[in-house]
């Protein structure tokens, strides 16, 4: 599968931001997602995941409350609706797919090397 992330720019602390997450191919419902971030000169980090059929989602702490992931099958696509954004929020922003249902299992979610397939991730610079 193909993932195509779209949506990033910048704005202002306080902001918000929706990122989009397209696949491609049929097999995209049946994957679980994850969004990642990785600012300059730091590791890629993880954001926020959701199970194949929304049923599950996770966050990271830095995010919880202020960003939700949600995904729309019959479009394949996955968004990330980010709220109330940091200067800390600035990163480039990769959405992610995991073929395996159960990769979430003992916390994968939060891993990327969980991960099979990668966008190539769009930029979101958060200014004060």
């Known amino acids: 599968v193909q993932l195509q992330a779209s949506g990033g720019g910048l704005v202002q602390a306080g902001d918000s931001l929706r990122l989009s997450c397209a696949g491609s191919?049929?097999?995209?419902?049946?994957?679980?997602m994850g969004w990642f971030r990785q600012a300059p000169g730091k590791e890629r980090e993880f954001v926020t995941a959701i199970t194949w059929n929304g049923g599950i989602t996770w966050y990271a702490d830095s995010v919880k409350g202020r960003f939700t992931i949600s995904r729309d099958n019959a479009q394949n696509t996955v968004s990330l609706q980010m709220n109330n954004l940091r200067l800390e929020d600035t990163a480039r922003y990769y959405c992610?797919?995991?073929?395996?249902?159960?990769?979430?299992?003992?916390?994968?979610?939060?891993?990327?090397?969980?991960?099979?397939?990668w966008g190539r991730g769009t930029l979101v610079t958060v200014s004060s």
């Open positions: 191919g049929r097999t995209f419902p049946n994957y679980n």
């Open positions: 992610a797919a995991d073929r395996d249902r159960f990769g979430y299992v003992g916390g994968g979610y939060k891993r990327p090397e969980s991960y099979d397939y």
